[in-house]
């Protein structure tokens, strides 16, 4: 997803094979953990790259096929951090912010079209992405509270696929980042 050309190699592909697109889901996400300063700008570069960025080549690929048929579900998948701030996260929650508000400003382009866009909101899901999360707090970290299970999000995102929505939340109320830190039972990291 951090190379233009492959996407736009997979929607032609996608069309060779199928014909037409009707629905392209954008959900590619890395995430790390650390003080902003603290984390290589590298990193932080291809962190928005992949997030971002990814999300970018995506829509542009889908909704260059969709204008041909004017129909069409867009679905970029965000983060309850797309609403809130997290300490020890600062990129992720900028491009999750990003994701949503560029998923807002295609809404009010292709308003006149048959050609929806929607965003997903979820909480944390229990996915590999914590134990391959980069991390520079010196602290093992894990989320606190219930982990969605990524079948919930699935399951969303079909729904969106047959009855578009602009905007839903899956999971509880995202109200900030808290980490239990392995090494300190009981001890919060921010």
């Known amino acids: ?18 014909g037409r697109i009707d629905v392209w889901v954008n959900d590619a996400g890395v995430t790390m953990y650390g003080r902003f300063d603290e984390i290589p700008v590298e990193l932080n570069r291809r962190l928005v790259e992949t997030n971002l960025l990814g999300t970018f ?3 542009h690929a889908a909704i260059r096929r969709f204008r041909e048929g004017n129909s069409g579900v ?9 609403r809130v701030a997290a300490p020890l996260q600062a990129a992720y929650v900028a491009t999750k912010h990003g994701q949503r508000g560029f998923s807002e400003a295609l809404r009010q382009e292709l308003h006149d079209t048959n050609i929806h866009v929607c965003t997903v909101l979820p909480t944390a899901i229990d996915t590999p992405v914590y ?8 602290h093992q970290l894990r989320p606190l509270g219930h982990l ?42 921010e």
């Open 131 to 138: 134990r391959a999360a980069a991390n520079y707090t010196g």
């Open 148 to 189: 969605l299970e990524p079948e919930k999000v699935a399951k969303t995102i079909v729904r969106l696929a047959a009855k578009p929505r602009h905007e839903v939340a899956v999971g509880g109320a995202v109200r900030g980042s808290r980490f239990c830190t392995r090494s300190h039972p009981g001890s919060m990291s």
């Open 1 to 18: 997803m951090t190379d233009d050309a492959s996407v736009e190699q997979l929607a032609r592909k996608a069309m060779e094979e199928f």
């Open 74 to 82: 867009l679905i970029n998948v965000s983060s309850g951090f797309g």
């Open 57 to 59: 080549y995506g829509s």
